[in-house]
């Protein structure tokens, strides 16, 4: 009997020990984790829309919404039951909208994959893609993983929204975006996600100087354009 | 077995992976690059340093029955506490090898050298031993690594080695799943091949 109490007194001790250990360290390393995490988002931020300062957070709801998790601001709830569509509001330094950044959820190979996209605006007054990131992959090493090179994602580079809404697919699926060899998944992922948010994001704002309010029920809707042409005739 | 034995065994001898076939879950997975092999094999050596000898200290107190899960909880903390300090302290590392590190805790290499050595030998010699296993299984990761990373992509550690024609349409099925168990196979068989003829001649 005492042989089989000390079996489990050992084991608790060691358990114990090992759980001491670890909770001491993570609360160490966290918030130094977090903070990393912050440095990378802004980093990221900076590449996809240089020359951005301030940025202001805006949702609106996507179909059958459900409330989501405010602790993920940034990214687009990715089943199709529909949530909030969370994008920041870029300015720069003197105020004014420069543009919008989003964060792309889709759904690859072995992970959920996150893409930062910074969208700004084109001369015509559609929306462009600027540039793009990805902040999280668990693909396939050698292969998927593979998208994360500067290669690739320079393929995003300056996309009008005309192509986001048409073209912007796979080369697999018919559009312009070449694949990454032997992952086609992943490159449809990103894409998806990509052209998705593109195509929740509000039109550009008619006058630089007063900002349009967010029309949140129909933001794919370019009433921009429409409003000028009445000015013109 | 003389301390330098200890060391060296790893490397060909009982090389955890050719010889042994311990581990192969992860030595499959992550040798579609050298880069990939190298810090999977490293971030695995540091782990089984690590428990051998926190396994050869405690192995005194531990009694048999319950020796594994010991182990398990003594190498679960350890790679635990490696992914936690490398995520805070080394962030750009650990974007490349997170993935990886909790797959050591399932790596039976590990907890194979725990129980076959470290909970029999003194700590000087379950530190060799750790260090050796570890550096004999990088060395097959990278092994497979330059192999597979060659052949699917023309390019070692990045860099363009293979010329541009291959480079455009590689031998993509080395990266692939089935290309890991190809490499592997025939790896095998050239060591099995090799030992058997020394064997003949002795």
Known sequence: MMYYLKLAFVLLVIAGLASATLAYLNGKTQPIIEANKKLAELAAREKVLPGASAFERDSLAVEGAQVSDSLEPLRLQDDSGGGMFFYYRAYDKDHNLVGYIFTALGKGYSSTIQTMCGVVFADDGALELNAIEILYQGETPGLGANAVNDKFLGRFNGLSQLLTTSRLYVDKDGGDITSITGATITTRAIVNSIREGMNHLPAPPVSEETPEPIIESAPVEPIAPVVLEEEAA | ?202
């Not at chain 2, 076959?116 to 550096?135: E, H, K, Q, T, Y």
């Not at chain 2, 390019?155 to 080395?174: C, D, K």
């Open chain 2, 1 to 202: 077995m003389t301390l330098l034995q200890d060391f060296t065994k790893g490397f060909i001898k009982e090389n955890p992976v050719f010889i042994m076939a311990l581990g192969l879950c992860p030595v499959l997975a992550v040798t579609t690059s050298v880069e990939n092999a190298i810090g999977m094999g490293l971030a695995a050596t540091f782990v089984l340093v690590g428990s051998n000898f926190m396994i050869s200290l405690i192995k005194k107190l531990i009694p048999a029955k319950v020796r594994i899960p010991c182990y398990i909880v003594v190498i679960a903390s350890f790679v635990t506490v490696v992914d936690m300090s490398m995520n805070a302290f080394l962030p750009d590392l650990h974007k490349n090898l997170g993935l990886f590190i909790p797959l050591i805790v399932v790596n039976c290499v590990i907890l194979g050298r725990a129980e076959a050595f470290a909970n029999r030998n003194n700590l000087i010699r379950s530190i060799l031993d750790g260090f050796g296993m570890g550096l004999g299984f990088t060395l097959a990761l990278v092994v497979l690594g330059v192999i597979r990373e060659l052949l699917g992509v023309g390019t070692l550690l990045g860099y363009n080695i293979l010329p541009l024609g291959f480079r455009e349409s590689p031998m993509l099925v080395a990266i692939l799943a089935p290309g890991a168990f190809i490499t592997m196979g025939l790896l095998m068989g050239l060591l099995n091949m090799r030992r058997k003829t020394t064997q003949g001649a002795e």
